[in-house]
């Protein structure tokens, strides 16, 4: 996910037309209920089934098999994953260039390397939204956040929490004065903690 990130130009929005390309053309070849297929199929691709799998699907299986064979080879052997696999070897030493392309343009939870005082004191988690070359939406972009990352109340419907605007004072007061966040403590460097001490004291 790094080295995808860290592509530039016209060779990421390249990279992300082709993985949005073939998540449709997987969409196109699936019916909703059959989506266990590819992961199926993707199992089996990565050695993780015993073999003979394919021949234990039926007919009608085992041509969208072979159409996600032919998916996957046209997108995987492409130039431009070719230079992402360059780059992720050259900094890895050693990658099988095998990518479950279905799970790349989506949000996801990141918990950081803990490398500085600032991330220690936030103890939190980064939200990768991996939208940029991308044609979506802001809407589109919304509603694939709430189906990959969003908690749901009992009526299927993702849970927000709206922090109005005129609360904010109080609740960072009430944030330092219960469990001692505050700027100093979430912002450890000198002049976050001199900011504080000047604001407040």
């Not at 037309?17 to 199926?40: A, V, W």
Request: with cysteine; glycine share 4%; charged share 25%.
């Amino acid at each position: 996910m790094a080295n995808l990130f860290l592509q530039f130009g016209e060779k990421k929005k390249s990279i992300y037309r082709k993985i949005s390309s073939f998540n449709k053309n997987i969409d196109d070849l699936l019916k909703e209920d059959e989506n266990h297929l590819y992961q199926s199929w993707y199992m089996d691709l990565v050695k993780q089934f015993p073999e003979g799998y394919y021949e234990q699907l039926s007919e009608e299986n085992q041509k969208v098999y072979d159409s996600l064979n032919d998916f996957y080879k046209e997108i995987n052997q492409s130039y431009e994953m070719q230079c992402l696999y360059h780059d992720i070897k050259r900094d890895t030493g050693y990658f099988a260039d095998l990518i479950n392309f279905r799970t790349l343009l989506h949000p996801f939870f990141v918990e950081p390397s803990i490398n500085n005082e600032r991330l220690r004191a936030q103890s939190g988690f980064f939200l990768f939204e991996p939208y940029d070359g991308t044609s979506c939406s802001l809407e589109n972009i919304h509603d694939d956040i709430d189906n990959k990352v969003s908690l749901y109340n009992g009526y299927n419907e993702p849970i927000r929490l709206v922090i109005p605007g005129e609360k904010k004072q109080q609740i960072l007061n009430e944030l330092n004065q219960s469990l001692e966040i505050n700027q100093a403590t979430l912002f450890p460097d000198k002049e976050n903690v001199a900011s504080y001490i000047k604001n407040n004291f």
